[in-house]
């Protein structure tokens, strides 16, 4: 994909050209890719943890609900990744690895931009009719529909205000995760546990403080000109902030392996395997944004072939004993 420089976008260029004459055809196709940032779709991985741990996988159906959900997130929140390259494009342009961006580099003009983003909401919500054919019905659908605009009203709020605020800006993030979960045990009527939203949203915290950490490790000018919150927060801050959500994770997926001792011991708790692996990945995964090897965790999960096959291991362990072991138990708890 040819990129070119900054310095010779014109911003009122038509969407047909992007911003500039060589950001036609196939080029401009992979500049939309791009720009909606499918390799985060990992995130909506987290809609399917409420079904995965209430036995929700039985039934076409119920898949169809699953994969609603997950698209409907999926595609709003490339919408929202679309905004805020459109609102960050300035900022961009002085990040060492965000300017090559579609919007900040010039491939797509901020009116193709709107647009696109527009497509992408009303994919959304054809994601939300999906889940209207599942076992719950229109109820679900409506539930689902729900998080989904809360979510959105959410990465809105946070792209325009909450991300100037100290910590609000991480909880903003976080957040978001949380409402994805809701979502997913929303589409199939499963309720949530205590501890998964815990986890979930300490471990959210966990990578948001994490990649605020890695900007300051990777950035070669001012970190401010980055993000502007950064010039508030310190890396002794961020080192600790990483580190205390990262054990609350720890802490509290452990609480909930103790909790399920009962069903899952066979000699000794076999679900405690599973607390190997993730330990492994959270740590592995402070090292390298603290040596500024990655910006982002979410950059290292998708590149790190140590943290993949741990996070692989972790999912194998605990399908395994899940499934094997008390089939009733994971039909009870979400």
Request: glycine residues 8%; aromatic residues 10%.
């Amino acid at each position: 994909m040819n990129e070119t420089s900054p310095h010779n976008t014109v911003e009122g260029e038509s969407a047909t050209t992007g911003a500039t004459g060589s950001a036609t055809g196939a080029s401009f196709v992979r500049a939309l890719i791009k720009l909606a940032r499918p390799h985060q779709w990992a995130k909506t991985g987290f809609v399917a943890l409420g079904p995965f741990y209430g036995g929700a996988f039985r039934t076409p159906e119920d898949w169809m609900a699953i994969i609603g959900a997950i698209a409907a997130f999926g595609f709003a929140a490339s919408a929202c990744y679309v905004l805020n390259d459109l609102s960050d494009r300035e900022a961009d342009r002085a990040h060492p690895r965000k300017r090559r961006r579609p919007i900040a580099s010039g491939l797509v003009s901020p009116r193709a931009a709107v647009v696109y983003a527009g497509v992408l909401y009303v994919l959304a919500c054809l994601g939300v009719g999906l889940v209207a054919l599942g076992p719950v019905g229109p109820v679900a659908a409506g539930w689902v529909g729900l998080a989904v605009g809360v979510y959105v009203l959410n990465v809105n709020l946070y792209t325009y205000v909450l991300k100037h605020s100290v910590m609000l800006d991480v909880v903003s993030l976080a957040i978001g995760f949380v409402l994805r979960v809701l979502g997913g045990c929303a589409a199939v009527a499963v309720e949530p546990s205590t501890w998964l939203l815990n986890v979930t949203f300490f471990l959210a915290m966990f990578l948001a403080f994490g990649k605020r950490l890695g900007e300051r490790r990777t950035a070669e000018g001012e970190v401010g000109a980055i993000r502007a919150v950064q010039t508030v927060y310190t890396s002794e801050l961020l080192r600790m902030s990483v580190v205390v959500t990262a054990v609350a994770t720890l802490l509290t997926y452990a609480a909930y392996v103790q909790e399920m001792a009962d069903q899952y011991t066979l000699g000794f708790n076999l679900l405690w395997l599973s607390i190997l692996p993730a330990t492994y990945a959270l740590l592995r995964c402070i090292v390298l944004v603290e040596r500024g090897v990655y910006d982002d965790p979410t950059e290292l999960a998708a590149r790190d072939r140590p943290f993949q096959l741990a996070a692989v291991l972790f999912a194998a362990i605990t399908f395994l004993v899940m499934s094997t072991m008390t089939p009733t138990a994971w039909q009870q708890h979400a």
